[in-house]
């Protein structure tokens, strides 16, 4: 019987499409090599990281423990930093039950994994996409409502009358800068935000259209390694982003001083904080650029597998 089992799944980074995905419109992820890992073993008590877990500050897990027959013992490490719109709560979770599957052997696929692990997103923030968690379970690149001729199909979710497709997609050889501002963004509280504009506001419903149009246009520009292209799309998505009211001056700074040395620049993930990415032939110039503006730069590999039992110990 395992009595310990260590599990991993990678961070993303949102090309196109975040916000506008929660209303059923295409967006393009991938995942990247920062990972999440989480090592559970059965224990006489919930604890997480040496405590006891306290579910007011630890709500995915306190949710997840909650579909064990039995306390945990959980241990976790990250290399995404919490609230940076890098997918930080979606490899958690994926993660996490990853390893609590096994821990419980029970043989769920990916499918099966990366809507349990949405659920889990979507009872903690009240509204989500399953783009974070299909990504971080299935690694590489995906599109979400993407055309059929955008790639392979994976699988499908559905929740409250949207269904979501998901596809693999392939990706061509990219350098991304991503650059945080060090402002810890939650997800939920944005998504809400959006939700509110956009059902008073007609003007948020087109930009909220144009946003998953862009998407289409982008999905295309990546089947032809079309990176000038990209770029420009890039661009326009987080104009129309900070129109909706999701970015900040912090992200508009990094992303303006960016554009300078790459194709284009736009935040990634739910914004008000969090990160920004510029796609380039010049990581350095970037990463310096993003230095001189107050931001962290790193440079990111995509092509990360997804999902994976690292290690597991039998008794």
């Given amino acids: 019987m395992t009595a310990t089992v260590t599990a991993t799944a990678p961070g993303k980074l949102i090309i196109l499409g975040e916000h ?17 890992r989480c090592t559970l073993s059965k ?15 630890q709500p995915y897990i306190g949710n997840m423990m909650r579909h064990s027959p039995f306390p945990i013992r959980a241990e976790t490490e ?24 096994r821990l419980k052997g029970d043989d769920v696929d990916d499918k099966r994994l990366a809507e349990d692990a949405f659920l889990i997103e979507y009872e903690a923030q009240g509204r989500a996409s399953p783009l974070d968690t299909s990504a971080s379970t299935h690694g590489m690149g995906i599109a979400l409502n993407g055309p059929e001729d955008s790639g392979d199909h994976l699988w499908d979710i559905s929740k409250n009358g949207n269904t979501w497709s998901v596809r693999d997609i392939k990706i061509p050889k990219m ?27 007609r003007f948020a419903v087109d930009m909220v259209n144009e946003i998953g149009k862009i998407t289409l246009d982008g999905i295309n520009a990546l089947k032809k390694n079309d990176l ?39 935040l990634t993930g739910a914004g008000g904080g969090g990160s920004m990415i510029a796609l380039t032939d010049c990581p350095e110039k970037v990463c310096e650029s993003i230095s001189m503006r107050g931001g962290t730069p790193f440079v990111v590999r995509t092509g990360e597998p997804g999902a ?3 290690k597991d110990r039998f008794k």
Avoid: Q
């Fill in 43 to 57: 224990a006489s008590d919930a604890t997480v990281n040496g405590r006891p877990l306290d579910v007011t500050k």
């Fill in 20 to 36: 506008a995905v929660v209303y059923g419109k295409p967006a393009v992820a991938l995942a990247i090599d920062r990972r999440m």
């Fill in 228 to 266: 000038v292209t990209l770029g420009k799309l890039m661009t326009d998505d987080h104009k129309l982003l900070s129109i909706l009211g999701v970015s900040c001056n912090e992200l508009n700074k990094l992303v303006n001083t960016s554009l300078r040395y790459s194709y284009g620049a736009k």
């Fill in 308 to 310: 994976m039992i690292e």
């Fill in 175 to 201: 350098t991304l800068v991503v650059g945080y501002t060090g402002i810890h963004a939650p997800t939920g509280p944005l998504v809400e935000k959006v939700r509110r504009y956009r059902n008073k506001c």
């Fill in 78 to 101: 990250s290399s995404i930093p919490s609230g940076s719109g890098l997918g930080s709560s979606a490899a958690l979770s994926t993660a996490f039950l990853k390893a609590l599957n």
